[in-house]
């Protein structure tokens, strides 16, 4: 844009200088003026040229910080940088699979309760069964499991009441030690390539035969890298896993209460 008002400046110049002189070829005042237009242009050209450098670090520094991730996980490398990913995302795939059925799995207790109570008081066992078959969670499932083994006595009940907790609970934990797994091999895939990076740093430091910076930099970066990532990673898998331990341990705690109480109301139905 600068050089065309540059040139227009020039074409007016010259147009003015031509309607006001009758002469074929330019005066030496002309001459003067068109370098004079011409020096100008040049500064400006090298201030804007200055401007754009120094602006150059600062648009860098304003980039994002998905932008300024994604450029260091590029840098880290294909390698191990994609297996660090693949326990990120299949760390995430277990832990929002296993959110999903966590919460799902939380029932109202002492609604549930004060149903099933009012149920065997009024219509029986069977009554109170119905209303477990119509509620969802693992609290339900136990107490359909105690009311089914109640003509057998109440000791019969308690067994199975028992019995069904621990594979209610396996199934509250299911999956949960992939979880764990991910957590322990993100970091440790980090170092790994940190170890390797270090390794090959100093082999090229071996063949040079001398120790120059910009020689191991880039390996060192890649190296360090790795580790930040396999960090990041395991951190974000370690807030879902105790989040999700949380929640099971809420869970079990209410299925232990849910079978005591249901326990005691076998026993005074049976009186």
């Known amino acids: 844009m600068k050089r065309l008002f540059s040139i227009l400046a020039i074409a007016g110049l010259l147009a003015f200088n031509a309607t006001t002189a009758n002469a074929k070829e330019l005066t030496p005042a002309v ?9 100008i242009d040049d500064a400006a050209t090298a201030f804007v040229q200055d401007e754009t450098d120094a602006a150059a670090p600062a648009e860098e520094s304003s980039k994002g910080f998905q ?3 994604k450029e260091k996980f590029i840098q880290g490398g294909a390698g191990f940088m994609g297996i660090v990913l693949l326990c990120l995302i299949l760390g995430l795939a277990v832990a929002i699979e296993r959110i999903i059925f966590l919460n799902m799995a939380t029932t109202n207790t002492k609604k549930l309760t004060q149903q099933v109570e009012d149920a065997l008081a009024s219509g029986g066992v069977e009554a109170a069964k119905e209303v477990c078959r119509n509620t969802r969670g693992p609290i339900a499932s136990i107490y359909y ?7 057998e006595g109440v000791d019969a009940a308690e067994k199975a009441v028992v019995a069904y907790g621990g594979v209610q609970m396996g199934q509250l934990e299911k999956n949960v030690s992939w979880l764990s797994l991910f957590i322990a091999v ?5 170092f790994m ?3 390797i990076g270090m390794i090959q740093a100093f082999e090229k430091i071996s063949a040079a035969g001398g120790l120059d910076a910009s020689l191991i930099a880039g390996d060192i970066q890649v190296a360090l890298l790795t580790t930040v990532f396999g960090l990041i990673v395991a951190i974000i898998l ?5 989040y999700i331990i949380a929640k ?11 079978s005591i109480i249901l326990v005691d109301m076998l026993v005074d139905h049976k009186k």
């Open 31 to 39: 001459s003067d003026q068109i370098s004079e237009i011409v020096a």
């Open 67 to 69: 932008q300024v991730l």
């Open 145 to 151: 499991q105690g009311l089914d083994r109640v003509d």
């Open 186 to 190: 993100a970091p440790m895939l980090g």
């Open 193 to 195: 390539g940190t170890v």
């Open 238 to 242: 370690q807030i879902f896993y105790n």
């Open 248 to 258: 099971i341990d809420s869970i079990v705690n209410s299925m232990e209460d849910a």
